[in-house]
């Protein structure tokens, strides 16, 4: 199984932009699905992002919470999977996580990936 890696959270103020990393430890291939989700305490855990490679190309997908804020994005060449976050809100404060899939459609669904990096904290503060 692919190992990932997540990295590139902190405590930023309202407003601010963090990017966060996730890398694999090699590449897959066919159709896949790398996936940002957080979980705030008490909260389910929720998809965010996903940059979904199939038979027709690359397409990614946002969850209408972030979308035109959080931007998903690949680097082919090192494994590694970005979600820029853009005007953070205090109410993205949470544990975030990317996540993977091969084959099948894209999903935001967290009970389709079984995959799971460890996870980085954001602190956003008003």
């Known amino acids: 199984q692919v190992q990932l890696v997540e990295s590139g959270g902190g405590s930023v103020q309202a407003g601010g932009s963090v990017r966060l990393s996730c890398a694999a430890s090699r590449n897959t291939y066919g159709r896949k699905s790398m996936t940002w989700f957080r979980q705030a305490p008490g909260q389910e855990r929720e998809g965010l992002a996903t940059?979904?490679?199939?038979?027709?190309?690359?397409?990614?997908f946002y969850a209408d919470s972030v979308k035109g804020r959080f931007t998903i994005s690949q680097d082919n060449a090192k494994n590694t999977v970005y979600l820029q976050m853009n005007s953070l809100k205090p109410e993205d404060t949470a544990m975030y996580y990317c996540?993977?899939?091969?084959?099948?459609?894209?999903?935001?669904?967290?009970?389709?990936?079984?995959?799971w990096g460890q996870g980085t904290e954001v602190t956003v503060s008003s």
């Open positions: 996540a993977a899939k091969n084959g099948g459609g894209w999903s935001l669904n967290r009970y389709d990936y079984t995959n």
């Open positions: 940059i979904y490679t199939g038979y027709a190309g690359i397409s990614t």
